[in-house]
């Protein structure tokens, strides 16, 4: 679950204060029409102010390199012309692709435009980002404040912009052409807008961040702290319209042909009656396109417009609608785009029995079929048809129902009785009452499935998965298992699932091995249903439908696993946005999974809002990983705890009840990133929140990222343990509780209740940094005294209601049952602070704690140095890992320099066996020379071969400020865990 972070979707927070001394700031823009060649040298851009003093982001000092920007207008564009100094020897310009994640990662600027200027009002909630880089690519989103305070992107906002780029001796230059339509400016606009430009220069490590606005947070994402741009004299009167409500309706059959309503609505935001040229264009996925164009005459204020569309093929539409006004010839109403599905069907039909996979399980005895039928005929003809259900079982004995139809929508049920086992045929037809033709007819197979032990289905009602016909929640790692060590670690910690790609690497009797050994502990275990790493790699790339070779290769595997009582459930997708896997793709794969094996759901993991929705038709479970990305700034990042609840609703929502939503929270550091190194781990409490605050939401289900990051940090390896046990004693409660109605008077407090039995239990989590007091009511519950997990106390309700102050990351479960664990934070929080101590190690002289530091070639990952000098030698922990033979091209060392010169006799490498997933024929490590140093020269002390985990080398004390280990053979693979250094 390595996700790449994403700053385009914010630079987390960091929550220090900057004073800028009673500074103000603004720009003005100036007419003029510039030739957009990346060069802003000519005589327009001349006349134009400049404006520079960029500052580190975060900090009141001076940017390292000088950033300077004009900006100029006409009445159809804005224009900016960009001058970045740098040393040009290590330009970062890979990326070439438009809206490509990597633009970020490149030298490049950014512009925000917040045309809506306000004060904390709906007017600041919507702002524009665009970044380029230095190799002419950019990046174009629109943004948009969540309910709960997030930032959301809007990628389908992709106006025509005109980039281009120029480099020189001394830096590189961009100009820019923004077109105003595109910008949303209905209502009256007084020239004024708020906005920002930014620099990502990638000449140092980490990154230098900087800013032309003084942002008072570690954020660019600051759209209400944004200076004025002044002076835009344009003609806004062409954009004074709004468009809404866009939006296609089922299709029908008219007498030429599919036809398809399309709804929209038009406001007229100027004083009089005014003409608009409105084009609606529906273009398929093979080029071929309709459209219609009207002239429109509309009054002041909002009007609906209803336009049937015809399209030529059914399949994936992009739907587009804008407007011109035909007094000037301009561009009036920006194209608003969206992608709509478009069947020729008369009849539609959802099965609501059986709810998940057209299957009942073998504990499922409702003997009724039921759903809901969608006829899409014009309203006059609906008295004039019927639907005839029947329903066929493997003998041939079938059961038929006429039902009148009740409307467009018409819910039917059909009594089958007690079902046997095997696959029946059900048939939904759309008749004509006259004659019985059938016009349209929905066929779909039906399961009554036989008994299998471990098979997981969902259950609707409760929102979960069922394991052998019981409540499961799922609270489970990812990369856990390469060794016996963390089998057997798991179940001691109150973990029960876990996560690993054991199927890619080694195939069907590698993933069965690994089954056995979960099943001997009791634990779940899900996987790929890739037999092989190179499906992933290659040949499922950038391809619209996998090969009838690939299906075939898929469906032998899941054959050869599918029956394991252990196997939990198949992973279909790790951020397939990221990764150049179509939705199409993953589409026909979980089809086909869903026929190999129906007693095992597929699991589809995203890491942005709009693939949650778009990669949703891939899998039953959906399991977005919404990471905070944590600062080491006190306090950075809790804003950001709302990102896991606003992901969680739109997972739920986007899995229209057909599946359940699990989570993946951040348990672990960007840190581990080379750019990235002020970054941290979640604390303890954060963790906690992430998690109940997923419970609020409706997530019925957890798998931590990642198992080896977390045995390195003490708040996690101590407070995980301790997180999962509470989880797991809220499962009853979670999964077969009834939800009470809660409301809290804060927005920033969230909250939810259950009920079971005669027991209430509510959460409630804070998600924002400082403290606020707010009012908890659960609607008909009882006063009195409720137990407060983890605290130790009591608080009292009275008429269902409680007023209590919540601090930063506060999270809460009050009950009025049995507590869901006597365990205290308190003393968890000691339990944390006593085991930072003892990695420390008495007398260990290359403790990162004590102020040793740790540097290594180049040729090492980017797992965290930090980590060989942590004091953590867990199995499976974190360290340095160099891949490859050791050679002059690739070096492998490591040097440990302490704070002051120290005696040193023993030096101890702490090596890891990857016992599990690296087959060793012998247990030959590497050889290694050891150095030390005194001054610019080095020494040799030692050298020898590895052949166990731990490796000490004694030697006759010397006195030094630098320890070297070379590897100068090895296997191909060394992972360093820990190195250690004492006087003797």
């Keep these: 679950m390595n996700s790449p972070f994403s700053r385009s979707v914010a630079v987390c927070l960091a929550l220090f204060t900057l004073a800028w001394a009673g500074e103000t700031q603004g720009a003005r823009a100036e007419r003029g029409t510039p030739v957009i060649d990346g060069a802003p040298t000519e005589a327009v851009w001349s006349s134009a102010k400049r404006y520079g003093d960029f500052v580190k982001l975060g900090l009141a000092e001076p940017a390292s390199v000088a950033t300077e920007f004009s900006v100029l207008y006409d009445d159809e564009n804005l224009y900016f012309g960009v001058r970045c100094r740098q040393p040009m020897a290590a330009l970062a310009a890979r990326s070439r692709t438009r809206d490509h994640a990597g633009i970020f990662a490149d030298d490049s600027v950014e512009i925000f435009l917040n045309p809506f200027v306000g004060s904390g ?33 809007e990628p389908s906002w992709n106006p025509d912009l005109r980039v281009r780029t120029a480099l020189g001796a001394e830096g590189w230059s961009a100009e820019i052409a923004i077109p105003l339509a595109p910008l949303g400016l209905g209502r009256a606009h007084g020239g004024s807008f708020a906005m920002n430009l930014t620099r990502n220069w990638q000449g140092v490590r980490p990154t230098e961040w900087s800013t032309w606005a003084r942002l008072s947070r570690k954020n660019f994402n600051l759209p209400d702290e ?132 057209n299957a009942f399980f073998s504990d499922e005895n409702s003997g009724k079929v039921e759903g809901e039928a969608t006829v899409n005929l014009e309203e006059s003809r609906l008295k004039s048809h019927a639907l005839r259900l029947g329903f066929t079982g493997p003998t041939g004995k079938s059961l038929d129902l006429t039902v009148d139809l009740a409307g467009k929508r018409t ?122 790493d190179r499906m992933l790699k290659e040949k499922l790339k950038d391809v619209d439908h996998p090969s009838k070779e690939i299906l075939a290769e898929i469906a032998a595997f899941m054959a050869a696993v599918r029956s394991h009582p252990a196997l939990l459930g198949w992973y279909i997708a790790d951020e397939p946005e990221y990764n150049r896997l179509r939705p199409s793709c993953l589409e026909d794969i979980y089809r086909l999974a869903r026929e190999v094996d129906p007693h095992h759901p597929v699991v589809m993991l995203n890491c942005t809002a709009p693939a949650i929705r778009e990669y949703r038709d891939g899998g039953d479970i959906l399991m977005p990983d919404p990471y905070p990305a944590f600062y080491k700034e006190p306090l950075a990042s809790r804003v950001d705890i709302e990102k896991v609840a606003e992901f969680v609703s739109i997972a739920k929502a986007a899995n229209l009840g057909r599946g359940p939503v699990w989570v993946t929270p951040e348990a672990f550091t960007y840190a581990n990133e080379p750019a990235f190194k002020d970054r941290r781990y979640p604390t303890f409490d954060e963790e906690r929140a992430m998690s109940l605050l997923a419970l609020v939401h409706g997530a019925t289900g957890f798998c931590y990222f990642s198992y080896p990051s977390h045995l390195n940090a003490p708040e996690l390896f101590v407070g995980m343990p301790a997180l999962a046990e509470e989880l797991q004693a809220l499962a009853p409660v979670i999964l077969d509780g009834e939800r009470v109605a809660v409301s809290s ?4 407090v969230q909250a939810a209740c259950w009920r079971l039995g005669t027991a209430y239990t509510l959460i409630a989590v804070h998600t924002r940094e400082g403290s606020v007091e707010a009012t908890l009511t659960v609607h008909g519950g009882p006063g009195g005294a409720w137990t407060v997990g983890m605290e130790e106390r009591s608080a009292v309700f009275s008429g269902g209601a409680l007023r209590e102050v919540f601090g930063p990351a506060a999270a809460r479960v009050y009950t ?169």
């Design 411 to 532: 819910p039917w049920s059909l009594a089958v009785g007690a079902l046997e086992e095997g696959a029946y045929r059900l048939s939904v037809e759309l008749v004509r009452r006259a004659d019985l033709a059938v016009l349209a007819a929905v066929t779909n197979t039906i399961r009554k499935l036989p008994r299998q032990e471990g098979e997981v289905r969902y259950d609707r009602d409760r929102n979960a998965m069922r394991v052998d016909g019981k409540p499961f929640l799922p609270v489970g790692w990812y990369g856990a298992g390469d060794s016996e060590a963390d089998f057997d670690r798991l179940p001691a910690t109150h973990f029960n699932m876990l996560y690993n790609g054991v199927a890619i690497w080694k195939g069907a009797a590698g993933t069965l091995a690994f089954l056995d050994k979960a099943k001997s502990r009791g634990l779940k275990f899900m996987t790929w249903l890739y037999p092989n």
């Design 121 to 153: 009002d709906a007017q600041v909630q919507r702002y524009f980002q665009i970044a380029v880089s230095v190799s002419g690519a950019w990046y174009d989103t629109a943004k948009q404040r969540g309910d709960l305070g997030t930032v959301l992107e």
């Design 226 to 357: 944004f200076p004025r741009l002044e002076g835009i004299d344009a003609d806004f009167a062409p954009y004074r319209w709004e468009l809404s409500g866009i939006l296609l309706g089922a299709p029908q059959r008219g007498p030429a042909g599919l036809v398809v309503p399309c709804h929209f609505e038009l406001e007229n935001l100027g004083a009089s009656e005014r003409n608009l040229e409105i084009t609606a264009r529906l273009t398929a996925a093979n080029g071929s396109a309709v459209e219609r164009t009207a002239l429109l005459s509309v009054k002041p204020g909002r009007q609906g417009v209803d336009w049937p569309l015809e399209p030529r093929i059914e399949g994936l539409h992009d739907l587009e609608v804008w407007g011109r006004d035909p007094a000037t010839g301009r561009d009036g109403l920006y194209a608003i785009r969206g992608k709509n599905r478009i069947y020729d069907s008369l009849l539609e039909v959802a099965l609501t029995a059986p709810a998940y996979r």
């Design 816 to 984: 009025t049952g049995k507590p869901a664990t006597r365990r205290t934070a308190t003393s968890i929080r000691k339990e944390i602070a006593e085991h930072g101590i003892a990695l420390g190690k008495k007398g260990n002289l290359a403790f990162g704690g004590g102020g040793a530091k740790v540097a290594c070639s180049a040729p090492a990952t980017a797992d965290t140095l930090s980590s060989v000098v942590d004091g953590c030698t867990q199995p499976r922990s974190m360290g340095i890992t160099f891949r490859g033979a050791p050679s002059a091209q690739n070096p492998q060392w490591v040097e440990v320099t302490f704070p002051k010169r120290a005696t040193v006799g023993r030096v101890v490498l702490h090596a890891m066996l990857p016992e599990f997933v690296w087959k060793l024929d012998s247990p030959y490590l590497f050889d290694y020379r050891l150095s030390w140093r005194d001054g610019a020269a080095w020494t040799p002390l030692a050298e020898g071969s590895a052949d166990r985990g731990m490796i000490e080398i004694a030697f006759p004390p010397v006195a030094t400020e630098s320890l070297w280990v070379e590897f100068v053979k090895s296997r191909g693979r060394i992972d360093l865990v820990e190195v250690e250094a004492y006087g003797k």
């Design 745 to 748: 008077s804060s927005k920033e």
